[in-house]
């Protein structure tokens, strides 16, 4: 006989979301399901033990975190992110990094140091904002600028600073607590710095290079990559958002007060922007899964494909903006109190909305 009272993850991790955000990281019970499940490896190459899953199903269980817990999701999403490196990264380090079964890579995009070239590898300074999953990470990713010993630029053939990224492990960096925003907080996504720290040489890699190991698909376009993956973040804080707003509207202490005209208003509202999100949702799920085919079968993503792709992804995670922002009102006092579900899901969605890429929609 089967046993239907085994809790589902969602329901694990939805026990757990509040406490992790007043602890400031993910829960510990949080954190062994990410382990056990892999999240963190969703893009590592089976040889140094990923899942083995294709982008396609990684952007929906990235939006099904996000709907369990926004935090989980833009943490998952990020760390993972990182570890997408692992295909460029030298083997001999891969399997050194992947070694740990709690790997967990954190990083920024940002070019937040120097590299100044030493005898059998580098010397780096620098600091770096914004690595979710800072506080439980045991590799961090950074990009320097190169540069001469007498501290000028080392330029590329057009003219402009060499950029290079390395690996640096955790007791490595030093951590900067400054990760005080009113949203996603359990991310942790604190900054990090290194002073005069040598790394070997071995430590180095530059995405879209050379990839030393690969999966099927490794090569997508890494612009698309990450806005999709923060799409679909947004996207699922969306769908937790929406039922919610639902929930708090019929349980309103005032609801009496309301004629049949406004509460008819109200459902014709929720159902408009459920209509606009899941119809743009469709868009967006099959302008990707053309491009991923497109990839697969033709080894390249046409340049209007892209372009569709990209357009959609910050479509959609503007439009889930605008939904909650036209859905709170209706939700009571319980939407403005800190400490309750939906006001954390609200925050959630408004603190993933400042993202760079995701900032204009066209």
């Given amino acids: 006989m089967q046993n239907t009272s085994a809790q589902t993850w969602q329901e694990k991790v939805r026990e757990f979301s509040a406490q992790s955000e007043a602890m400031g990281k993910l829960h510990p019970e949080i954190l062994e399901l990410a382990y056990q499940e892999n999240w963190f490896k969703l893009f590592v190459p089976e ?90 990470a045991t590799i961090f990713t950074a990009n320097c600028i190169l540069k001469n010993n007498d501290e000028t630029d080392i330029l590329d053939e057009d003219g402009n600073p060499k950029v290079l990224s390395f690996i640096l492990k955790k007791e490595e960096v030093d951590l900067i607590s400054g990760w005080s925003y009113f949203g996603l907080i359990a991310t942790g996504s604190h900054a990090f710095e290194v002073h005069d720290l040598v790394v070997p040489e071995h430590r180095t890699f530059k995405i879209n290079d050379t990839i030393k190991v ?35 509207f019929l349980s309103r202490s005032g609801l009496k007060r309301f004629t049949e005209t406004q509460i008819k208003f109200f459902n014709e509202e929720l159902v408009r922007c459920k209509m606009e999100v899941q119809n743009l949702r469709t868009k967006f799920y099959q302008a990707f899964d053309e491009s991923w085919m497109q990839l697969i079968n033709q080894s390249t993503v046409s340049e209007d494909k892209l372009r ?22 209706y939700c009571g006092l319980e939407a403005a109190k800190k400490e309750s579900e939906i006001n954390r899901v609200w925050r959630d969605m408004h603190t993933a909305s400042q993202h760079a890429l995701l900032t204009f929609e066209c």
Wanted: aromatic letters at 10%; hydrophobic letters at 40%.
């Fill in 214 to 248: 690969a999966n099927e698909g490794f090569d997508y376009p890494f612009l698309q990559l990450a806005e999709t993956t923060l799409a679909v973040n947004s996207l699922g804080m969306t769908s937790h958002f929406i039922r919610l707003v639902e929930e708090s």
């Fill in 47 to 136: 040889v140094y033990g990923g899942p083995g899953k294709k982008l396609p199903e990684i952007l929906r269980l990235e939006e099904e975190l996000a709907e369990a817990d926004g935090s989980l999701g833009w943490t998952v999403t990020l760390c993972a992110g990182a570890a997408w490196f692992a295909g460029f990264l030298h083997p001999s380090l891969a399997e050194e990094v992947f070694a740990d079964s709690s790997v967990c890579f954190a990083g920024s995009g940002a070019v937040g140091g120097t590299a100044t070239k030493v005898e059998g590898g580098y010397r780096i300074n620098g600091y770096w904002k914004y690595a979710s999953g800072a506080l439980h």
């Fill in 308 to 329: 569709e792709v990209s357009l959609l992804s910050r479509k959609l995670a503007h439009t889930c903006r605008r939904t909650a922002d036209e859905l709170f009102p």
